[in-house]
């Protein structure tokens, strides 16, 4: 049961940060306006930083003789944040953003407290943690370029 877990919660965070980084390019692509400069290099960043959470994600799933999900179907499937849609304006972009930190927020704080508990691992949770802090930090730097 226990490994299940970890799996399931694994493969989530997988298929969450993929459709994170496709998501990223779309807009790093297409932002304009005065906040172009800005916003262009800090979605390179996020999704650079995304690319690595992938594969430390994937690679512990490996290493518990699990299965990381691997197609974007999957990925779709399996995601709990939407992709990318439509023509946005840099400050939506940067709202759908915030939206979504706070979702990998929330869902990583329940996701370690099911690791330490229940799921008995805390190797995987120690990982969390460090990625939670991550998400934790972008999301109050892209707040406050709200103005929130």
Avoid: C
Wanted: proline share 1%.
């Amino acid at each position: 049961m226990a490994h299940k877990q970890t799996t399931e919660i694994l493969n989530r965070h997988v298929a969450n940060w993929n459709i994170m980084f496709v998501k990223l390019h779309n807009y790093h692509w297409n932002v304009k306006g005065s906040n172009f400069f800005t916003l262009h290099n800090k979605f390179e960043e996020l999704y650079n930083e995304a690319a690595e959470h992938i594969d430390e994600l994937a690679e512990r799933l490996l290493s518990l003789k699990g299965k990381p999900v691997a197609s974007m179907k999957v990925f779709l499937e399996t995601t709990t944040i939407s992709e990318a849609s439509g023509e946005k304006t840099d400050v939506e972009m940067v709202r759908a953003l915030v939206e979504d930190f706070e979702t990998f927020s929330n869902e990583l704080k329940e996701d370690i407290e099911t690791l330490e508990g229940d799921a008995d691992d805390e190797d995987t949770a120690d990982m969390l943690v460090s990625i939670r802090q991550s998400v934790v930090k972008h999301n109050w730097m892209l707040r406050s370029f709200l103005g929130h």
